[in-house]
C-alpha cells in the first residue's frame, strides 16, 4: 500500500514536470522573434557627424548642415562649377577612427530617413573601413571606401542597404597606391558612415534627414527552435519510457511477474527507440533525411573514409511562383515528386536529404567528378522531361562540389552552394561544378 502511493506519487511529479517543460518550450518558441535575433541600433542623437561640400570656394556645391532636436543631415545645393561636385553627410559611428564597429556578419543596414533631390538622383552610401596595414588615424580618405548608390525613388522613410552588392571604387584602389589595399569588401571595422550626393547629380537642391541605422541578424531560426526541442522531447521521451521501464521492472520483480512480460516491455521500447530516431531523422513531407538524418550520414561516410564523395546542392527553378500559382498543395506534390525521381536514380550507398524549403543535397560516395556530371545531368534532364501535373515545366538547378579526406565538409557545403548560386545566376536548369 505504501509503495503504491509513492508510485502514484512518482507519476504524478514526472506529470507535472512534463506541463513544465511543455510551458517552457511554448515560451521558447514564443520568444524566438525577441531573442532570436543580435541588432544594432545607430541613433544620430548619439554620433557625431559633419556635413560638407566639394567647391566651395569656387562658389559652387553648398552645404548647410542640419542639427535641431527632431532633424539630422544636411541641406545642399549643387552648381556644375567643377568636374564633380557633391555634398556628403560623415557620421562618426566610433570614437576612434582605428576601432570600429563590425557589420561583417550583417546582410544588410535599414536607414530611416529620407532624401529629396531634383531630379530622379542617386544617394550615395560609403562605409569606411580600417585597416592598420593602409590606413592612417584620422585621415579618411586612407580608409577603405565601401560603397553603393540608390535611386532617391525609393529614399522616403526607410531604406535598405544590401552590403552584397556594396563595391570598392576602382579610383579610390589606385588613389591610395598601396600593395596591400585590393578591392574586396571589408565591413570588420567600420568607423565612419558617408551619405552623399551621386555620381552626376543635377543642379538644384538637394536634402537629407537622417534618425537612426538598425543592422539586423537571426542568431537562431524557427526551424531551428522546433529541431533543438524536438531532439529534447525525443530524448526526454526516451528517458521517461526508460524510467518507467525500470519502475516496471522493478514492480514485476518484486511481485514475482514472469520474464516474458519484461522481455515483451523491452521489445517495445527499443521498437518506440527506433520509431523516434527514424522520426528525428526524417522530413515528413518527402521522405527524405532531414538536417540531422543528413549529419549521421556525413560521420559515417568520413569515418569510413568514402573518399571522394560528391556534394550536389539541388534547388528547384522559380518554385515561389510555383507556389503563388497554383498554391502550397500543389508545391509540396511538386517537391515529392521531385524527390521520387532522384530516389529512381540513386544507388546504395547514395542518399538524399532536405537541405532547406526548396533545396534538397544529394551524397554520393566513391565516384569521379565525370561519373558525378554524367549521373548528376540525367537526373536533370528526367526532372525536365516529367510532366508534374500543374500545367507547367518544372526545372532544377545544381551545384556540385567533391569532399576529400582533407577537406572541411562546411566548407564544401559552402562550395557546391556556390555552384548551385552561378547556375542560377546562368539561366538555371544547369549544373555547375566546383572543382
Known amino acids: 500500500m505504501f509503495s503504491s502511493f509513492k508510485f502514484y506519487h512518482a507519476i504524478l511529479a514526472i506529470i507535472s514536470i512534463i506541463f513544465v517543460l511543455l510551458f517552457i518550450s511554448l515560451t521558447i518558441i514564443k520568444k524566438q522573434s525577441e531573442y532570436g535575433y543580435e541588432r544594432i541600433i545607430i541613433d544620430m542623437k548619439d554620433t557625431e557627424f559633419n556635413a560638407y561640400s566639394s567647391g566651395n570656394r569656387y562658389k559652387g556645391s553648398t552645404t548647410k548642415t542640419i542639427d535641431a532636436p527632431n532633424e539630422k543631415g544636411f541641406d545642399c545645393t549643387i552648381r556644375h562649377v567643377e568636374q564633380y561636385p557633391f555634398c556628403v553627410l560623415t557620421i562618426e559611428i566610433s570614437s576612434t577612427s582605428n576601432k570600429g564597429m563590425d557589420f561583417s556578419s550583417f546582410k544588410e543596414m535599414t536607414v530611416y530617413g529620407t532624401f529629396t533631390t531634383p531630379n530622379s538622383d542617386f544617394l550615395r552610401i560609403g562605409f569606411r573601413h580600417f ?4 590606413s592612417q588615424s584620422n ?24 552590403f552584397d552588392v556594396l563595391t570598392v571604387p576602382a579610383w579610390w584602389v589606385a588613389a591610395l597606391k598601396s600593395k596591400d589595399v585590393n578591392d574586396t569588401i571589408e565591413l570588420t571595422n567600420v568607423a565612419l558612415i558617408e551619405l552623399s550626393t551621386g555620381t552626376l547629380p543635377s543642379e538644384g537642391e538637394y536634402k ?9 541578424k537571426e542568431i537562431i531560426s524557427l526551424n531551428q527552435v522546433y529541431e533543438y526541442l524536438m531532439m529534447f522531447w525525443a530524448t526526454l521521451l526516451v528517458l521517461l519510457m526508460i524510467i518507467i521501464m525500470a519502475v516496471l521492472a522493478f514492480r514485476l520483480n518484486q511481485k514475482s511477474k514472469n520474464e516474458k512480460i519484461l522481455l515483451q516491455i523491452n521489445h517495445a521500447l527499443e521498437n518506440k527507440s527506433n520509431e523516434l530516431e527514424l522520426i528525428s531523422q526524417t522530413d515528413a513531407l518527402t521522405g527524405t533525411f532531414n538536417r540531422i538524418g543528413l549529419q549521421k550520414r556525413l560521420i559515417e561516410i568520413i569515418k569510413q573514409k568514402q573518399f571522394p564523395t ?11 511562383s510555383i507556389n503563388d500559382e497554383f498554391g502550397h498543395q500543389q508545391g509540396d506534390h511538386v517537391l515529392k515528386e521531385l524527390c521520387n525521381i532522384i530516389k529512381s536514380h540513386l544507388i546504395e550507398g547514395e542518399s538524399l536529404s532536405r537541405f532547406g524549403g526548396e ?8 565516384l569521379s567528378i565525370d561519373q558525378v556530371k554524367e549521373r548528376i545531368n540525367d537526373i536533370r534532364l528526367d526532372i525536365e522531361s516529367t510532366d508534374m501535373k500543374i500545367n507547367r515545366c518544372v526545372t532544377a538547378s545544381f551545384g556540385v562540389a567533391q569532399i576529400n579526406k582533407n577537406n572541411n565538409v562546411k566548407q564544401i557545403i559552402a562550395q557546391s552552394d ?10 538555371r536548369n544547369c549544373i555547375r561544378y566546383n572543382e
Do not use: C, W
Open 131 to 134: 585597416d592598420p596595414n593602409y
Open 139 to 162: 585621415i579618411t580618405n586612407t580608409m577603405k571606401f565601401n560603397q553603393l548608390e540608390l535611386k532617391s525613388d525609393n529614399l522616403a522613410q526607410s531604406f535598405n542597404v544590401n
Open 208 to 216: 537629407l534627414r537622417v534618425d537612426r541605422f538598425e543592422l539586423e
Open 310 to 320: 560528391a556534394i550536389t546542392l539541388i534547388d528547384i527553378d522559380h518554385f515561389k
Open 359 to 366: 533545396e534538397f543535397l544529394i551524397l554520393m560516395p566513391g
Open 418 to 427: 556556390e555552384a548551385l548560386y552561378q547556375a542560377k545566376n546562368e539561366g
